[in-house]
């Protein structure tokens, strides 16, 4: 019934300007933008150039917490020793960060007592 009342007296209900209405979304995916997605991508890119500058006898992290030194890297998959003797080969995209970046963030690996 409201919208006779408009019709009849000639004006509509003011909705706004357009811009004014997105003005709002705009906004936020700016704030978005700038304090999730490229700090993330910044991220994504640096970790890009530290697996490609991966060397064999390189102290390395995955993301499992396994330290380790790349005893041979592939495009794909870097094998790692992790003890004297103890191998394993885990994709290259899982080791995480270098050893030295690790202990400097006070992620060092406990010491094994000896018995």
């Known amino acids: 019934?409201?919208?006779?009342?408009?019709a009849a007296n000639?004006?509509?209900p003011a909705a706004g300007g357009g811009l004014t209405s997105f003005l709002p979304l705009i906004l936020i995916?700016?704030?978005?933008?700038?304090l999730l997605i490229r700090p993330q991508q910044k991220k994504a890119k640096e970790h890009q150039t530290f697996l490609g500058n991966l060397q064999k006898g390189d102290e390395v992290v995955t993301n499992g917490g396994i330290h380790g030194r790349i005893t041979g890297i592939t495009d794909v998959v870097?094998?790692?020793?992790?003890?004297?003797?103890?191998?394993?080969?885990?994709n290259r995209s899982s080791v995480l960060t270098s050893a030295t970046e690790a202990k400097k963030q006070g992620e060092a690996p406990a010491k094994p007592s000896g018995g």
Do not use: H, L, P, S
């Open 10 to 12: 000639g004006t509509a």
């Open 78 to 90: 870097v094998t790692m020793e992790i003890a004297e003797g103890v191998r394993i080969k885990v």
């Open 1 to 6: 019934m409201t919208t006779i009342a408009y």
């Open 29 to 34: 995916f700016v704030v978005f933008y700038f």
